[in-house]
């Protein structure tokens, strides 16, 4: 591993207390998020600590492991290059590309010369029968394209509005930072990330019939960020625009998209008695680059824009968020963490003052103490309503918002 890896801390620091440890580490993520480099800074770290530590890489997107497609081809190469006498760290890219690798990894599992971790661009990979067939034996750590942050690390970039536009524009995929930062050059790269998601990712991966119909809810879905909906109303829609869709049909594609982790999902809840609610949900892209590289990037949708990335500076810094409703207001995000709440309102502009009484008066209404927030694009800083914070976006993105 002779490359310059720029380390992603966060993600180290959640695996290094479970290296050595008898669990599966699973990196889940989208497609060219970066879990394959946070997978060698992985390596780099375990050789740093363990200098005669035995490396099995398997990258199922190198045609070196093209052969490996089963449980037992899988069991046969782990076992072929196995090490005696010293700890062998088994390392496996895009593993759902393996038929029944589950099986293969429950059976290396116990011998504990062995140490697993692999990633996956699939929730499906986890879910239902596989997830009980390794129930107990594998950790989780969903990975997220660059945070603000990140992406000024990466492309050396002072913090400042310039940068902060850039990033709106052009999103957190790492290999950005190899690129020059024009329309025709990053959107070429990212229309590219796109269709392999959508065509080898759920069309491929789950036999789909009516492409054009996904197309046609991935655009529904990138010029509607922040719109609540169910899958009802979109299959209304598409009916009122001669597109004749079963409201399952849209359940299941949604679902495919969400696997796939292209779009989150996020439901609603009540905010006075914490029920959640089972119809109406917002959906958010997981890079707001690829939206704006298919969808084209636009103005006037800088609201919608801000909207998707705050939500993704909450789910980075791990809240659990849901959608707020009290009464007939609703609130942007509620986030939850290690049982405390926070509260975000996402305005473009507090332009005038009955859009001020609107955005701090939804969170006036909440009849709690926790922390209570409105961010917006606007240049002050540090005001408060009633104990309500202003933030400007681009602090709110440069910080825990703990």
């Known amino acids: 591993m002779g490359e310059n890896i720029l380390i992603r801390e966060k993600y180290l620091t959640k695996i290094v207390p479970f290296i050595n440890k008898q ?51 899988l069991n046969d ?26 099986i293969a990894l429950r059976s290396l599992l116990p011998n504990d010369i062995y140490d697993i971790y692999c990633t996956g661009s699939n929730a499906n990979m986890l ?34 509005d310039d940068s902060l536009k850039l990033y709106l524009r052009y999103g957190g995929l790492p290999f950005l930072k190899h690129l020059e930062l024009k329309d025709e050059i990053v959107f070429a790269y990212l229309r590219g990330v796109y269709n392999t998601i959508l065509y080898r990712d759920i069309i491929k991966r789950y036999d789909l019939r009516n492409n054009v119909f996904l197309e046609n809810l991935t655009c529904f879905l990138a010029d509607n960020i922040g719109q609540l909906f169910s899958a009802k109303n979109i299959s209304d829609y598409l009916k ?84 707020g409703q009290l009464g007939n207001n609703e609130i942007d995000f509620v986030c939850k963490k290690d049982g405390e709440y926070l509260y975000v309102q996402v305005c473009y502009l507090l332009h005038n003052q009955s859009t001020i009484d609107r955005e701090f008066g ?41």
Request: charged share 30%; glycine share 6%; with cysteine.
């Open 240 to 323: 009122s625009q001669m597109a004749k869709v079963a409201v399952s049909q849209v359940i299941d594609y949604l679902r495919y998209m969400s696997e796939s982790y292209m779009i989150h999902r996020v439901g609603r809840m009540e905010i006075a008695g914490k029920k959640i609610f089972e119809i109406g949900e917002k959906h958010y892209f997981e890079d707001i680059g690829l939206r704006n590289a298919f969808w084209e990037y636009r103005p006037d949708d800088i609201g919608k824009i801000m909207e998707n990335a705050v939500y993704k500076q909450l789910v980075y810094n791990d809240f659990e968020i849901k959608i």
């Open 23 to 73: 669990l599966i580490k699973v990196l889940t993520g989208q497609r060219r998020v970066g879990k394959s480099y946070i997978l060698k800074q992985i390596i780099q770290h375990i050789q740093h600590i363990d200098d005669k530590a035995n490396i099995i890489y398997i990258d199922k997107e190198d045609l070196n492991f093209v052969k490996i497609k089963s449980a037992i081809e």
């Open 362 to 402: 939804n969170l006036e209404k909440i009849d709690d103490n926790y922390p209570k927030i409105v961010v917006s694009m606007d240049d002050f800083r540090g005001n408060t309503r009633n104990g309500i914070r202003h933030v400007q976006l681009r602090e709110f993105l440069s910080g825990s918002n703990e």
């Open 77 to 102: 190469y782990v076992k072929m290059n196995t090490r005696q006498g010293v700890k062998n760290y088994i390392f496996i890219d895009e593993i759902q590309e393996i038929d029944k690798f589950e």
């Open 127 to 160: 879910s239902g029968e596989i997830s009980t067939y390794l129930s107990g034996r594998y950790i989780e750590i969903e990975i997220s394209s660059l945070s603000f942050c990140e992406f000024l690390q990466f492309h050396e970039l002072e913090n400042n």
